[in-house]
């Protein structure tokens, strides 16, 4: 009788000391469009924070604790991203990886900067994201006048003379990017033959494409994201235009190859070094492979937002986001996507952005570097 409460005494003894090390472990988050148009990108967002928490805690977890990890759905809706945010600071979570759209980042940036949370975005490219001046904001890719100005360089390089077009979906994103992209372009010296705007979720843009039709357009530069871009596409093919389709880094997503079919052989886009490539991913890239997962797109930037933050948490000794991200912008971080290091504002110094193009079979390369 005697051995039977003790063995019950141990086996109580050993759930309480289970579930205090279960309450004691640290949430961190990560936040994007989970569902709606761009959720193939919040379905990379998932699939980078996962398996960099399973890593982070494999190796031993973060000052004594493990990760546990807060999956929150934006849906590239500013509002919705505000109570994300709201939501994640209520909760004391010191960190997330997100937003993706930069409509979505630069309202939760400011709950987050209230609520003492510290925020990486591994996606969100517009400027003002970090140019606001807030304490708390990073980001692990480029800004939208690095990508605009490589666009820029390429089409004034290889369609010299040619018809321009630039059209934009009035997204902080989509029209940041759009006039990015033309203000360099007129720096240059060209001027585009046109300029319009349509709204995000269209779907019938056989008006535009008769302008650029009627126009001889060449080349039409789209601000905006791989959905709206696959239409066009494919409202193009369908007019007999051969007019040769450029964005930016919203068509990093095997999803557009899937909305254009072959027809999207040969669009141009700009995004940063496929990581996928690069060395420091090599055993990452195998492990996504083995779950038959493909870290496309912006998978390895979540990955390295959350690489990021768990070093500057050690080197610091503690997650208080302020003194973590005063770690950050003083360090040199080894990430899946190389070294990053970081300026006052919270940008990285090292991101050159490359073109890449479409094939028949719904794949993509790079064609040049740094706009060359």
């Known amino acids: 009788m005697k051995s039977l409460k ?5 086996f109580g003894a050993s759930i309480a000391l289970s579930s205090a090390a279960f309450a004691q472990d640290l949430t961190v988050a990560v936040a994007g469009p989970m569902t709606g148009g761009e959720s193939a990108f919040g379905r990379q967002m998932k699939n980078g924070a996962e398996m960099a928490v399973t890593d982070i805690n494999a190796a031993g977890g973060v000052n004594g604790k493990k990760l546990a990890l807060s999956i929150e759905d934006d849906a590239c809706d500013p509002k919705q991203a505000r109570s994300v945010a709201e939501k994640i600071a209520g909760a004391k979570i010191p960190f997330v990886a997100g937003h993706y759209c930069s409509s979505s980042s630069i309202p939760a940036s400011e709950a987050y900067a209230d ?3 510290l925020q990486i ?3 969100s490219t517009n400027p003002k994201f970090t140019d606001s001046g807030l304490w708390n904001v990073a980001r692990v890719c480029g800004r939208d006048d690095q990508q605009g100005l490589v666009a820029a360089q390429y089409i004034a390089k290889n369609y010299k003379g040619k018809n321009i077009a630039i059209l934009n979906d009035k997204t902080t994103y989509g029209k940041g990017l759009a006039d990015e992209t033309k203000k360099a372009l007129n720096k240059a010296g060209v001027t585009e033959k046109m300029y319009e705007s349509y709204n995000k979720g269209d779907k019938d843009f056989n008006a535009i494409v008769s302008r650029l039709k009627r126009d001889n357009i060449d080349l039409v530069y789209v601000g905006g994201y791989h959905q709206e871009s696959g239409l066009i596409l494919r409202q193009m093919r369908d007019q007999g235009l051969k007019t040769v389709l450029m964005a930016g880094d919203a068509l990093a997503d095997k999803e557009y190859a899937s909305i254009t079919g072959p027809a999207g052989e040969g669009t141009l886009f700009t995004f940063g070094p496929d990581p996928r490539n690069k060395p420091t991913a090599k055993k990452i890239v195998e492990a996504f492979k083995a779950k038959n997962i493909d870290p496309e797109g912006y998978t390895l ?9 768990s070093q500057a948490a050690k080197k610091a000794g ?7 991200m005063a770690a950050i912008k003083a360090g040199k971080w080894d990430t899946v996507i190389g070294p990053i290091e970081y300026d006052a504002k ?3 110094k090292q991101l050159d952005y490359v073109v890449y193009k479409w094939d028949a079979k719904g794949g993509y390369a790079a064609i040049s570097g740094n706009g060359t």
């Open 121 to 123: 975005t591994p996606a």
């Open 301 to 309: 930037y979540t990955y390295a937002a959350m690489q990021v933050w």
């Open 346 to 348: 919270g940008d990285i």
């Open 6 to 10: 003790l063995i019950g005494l141990a």
């Open 115 to 117: 609520g003492n949370v």
């Open 318 to 324: 503690t997650t208080d986001a302020k003194k973590v």
